[in-house]
């Protein structure tokens, strides 16, 4: 439901589908002096707000990496927090998720998840499917490269069971076969903490997504910087390997 876009902000070109990698939360607590488990703390308020706003705005879809297949190797104690915290979160939330019409999907390998934490997925996966407001994808054991083989795999197993022609297999075939079916590409990608990798986060769907890096650590990613990321996304142009349109001019090649 749009309630009010921000001063100076396009209502009519904004992003539809955005992409966060919710980078710096250890560091966040480090400066502070705190434990690490405390800017996973301050990371999940960063994240409500940004839900809120990217809701309140009408932006269609947010989608976040909150655990990645890499981030089983960091200390157990961590990871086990991280759990705890989702949980906790879920269970907390599960009802004003559902208030705000907010649609929540888990994107990854779920199934070696702890079970409580994939018995309240479940509980707001299906609580909330029918909600038409924003979506909110949450990616939690996610890697884009186990994704892209898992779509491979089953394509060829519909191949090798007659049930799919290869030669009819296309890039809608493809993305057909990914945790985001149904799902448009991110447009905008926001990094935060300053890091510029993609670290194996949805490298299909963020081909032509437009990428903002900030410094800003997570949990400090308030109102203000998601203003910031939107302002410096209307000012690109996006060319999706074709013509500028304000120059008329060939790229040449695809930028
Ligand atoms: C990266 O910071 C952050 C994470 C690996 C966890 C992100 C999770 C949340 C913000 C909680 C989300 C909650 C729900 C329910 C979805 P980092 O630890 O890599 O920070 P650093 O690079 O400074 O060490």
């Not at 086990?80 to 907010?102: G, Q």
């Not at 799902?183 to 997504?209: C, H």
């Amino acid at each position: 439901m749009v309630t009010s876009c921000p001063q100076g902000l396009d209502p009519y070109r904004l992003p539809s589908h955005i992409a966060v990698i919710m980078d710096g939360n250890g560091r966040w607590a480090r400066a502070k002096g705190l434990p690490r488990m405390m800017g996973h703390r301050a990371g999940v308020q960063a994240l409500k707000s940004t839900l809120r706003n990217c809701s309140d705005w009408g932006i269609n879809a947010l989608t976040v990496y909150a655990f990645s297949t890499e981030n089983w190797s960091r200390p157990v104690d961590e990871v086990n927090f991280l759990m705890t915290l989702f949980e906790s979160v879920l269970e907390r939330e599960i009802d004003s998720l559902e208030r705000e019409h907010v649609r929540i999907r888990f994107l990854g390998d779920l199934e070696v998840l702890p079970g409580r934490l994939r018995d309240l997925i479940s509980e707001a996966t299906n609580k909330t499917i029918g909600n038409e407001g924003i979506h909110f994808n949450v990616c939690t054991n996610y890697g884009g490269r186990r994704e892209l083989v898992l779509a491979a795999k089953r394509l060829a197993e519909l191949s090798a069971r007659g049930e799919l022609d290869p030669s009819s297999i296309d890039e809608n075939k493809f993305a057909s076969q990914l945790l985001t079916a149904g799902e448009e590409d991110p447009d905008l990608l926001i990094r935060t903490s300053g890091e510029r990798r993609i670290s194996n986060f949805l490298l299909w769907q963020l081909a032509y997504s437009e990428i903002y890096v900030t410094d800003v650590l997570w949990p400090d990613f308030d109102e203000s910087a998601l203003l910031h990321a939107l302002l410096d996304y209307q000012a690109r142009c996006r060319r999706f390997g074709g013509l500028d349109p304000i120059e008329n001019r060939s790229i040449g090649e695809k930028t």
